[in-house]
Nanobody
Framework: QVQVVESGGGLVQPGGSLRLSCVVSGSIYRNGAMAWYRQAPGKERDLVATITAAGRPNYEDSVKGRFTISRDNAKNTVYLQMNSLNPEDTAVYYC??????????????WGQGTQVTVSS
């Protein structure tokens, strides 16, 4: 059984930073490529960043230069360091594991998400 648990969200002022964490357990998914998504109220869930099993990242244009995705394979954990946050980053952030290692393919496994609110 695959479990996905996100944490690290909260309320932050514009220009601030947060680091999100996601722990994945269960079979091959914990060793696969990973992705962070976000979903703002009334909007679709959008891809933010991906990382391969070897650590190669890829970012959606609006977060390039501000967000950094990384992983610690020994801890089955993927991180999202978010800097220079602005109100448009407000959303519930989700992590999604892939069974593949060299590139990311969306799977059916989701956690409960973690709320990020950027407001003064």
């Amino acid at each position: 059984q695959v479990q996905v648990v996100e944490s690290g969200g909260g309320l932050v002022q514009p220009g601030g930073s947060l680091r999100l964490s996601c722990v994945v357990s269960g079979s091959i998914y914990r060793n696969g490529a990973m992705a962070w998504y976000r979903q703002a109220p009334g909007k679709e869930r959008d891809l933010v960043a991906t990382i391969t099993a070897a650590g190669r990242p890829n970012y959606e244009d609006s977060v390039k230069g501000r967000f950094t995705i990384s992983r610690d394979n020994a801890k089955n954990t993927v991180y999202l360091q978010m800097n220079s946050l602005n109100p448009e980053d407000t959303a519930v952030y989700y992590c999604n594991p892939s069974r593949l290692t060299d590139f990311y393919v969306r799977s059916q496994y989701w956690g409960q998400g973690t709320q990020v609110t950027v407001s003064s």
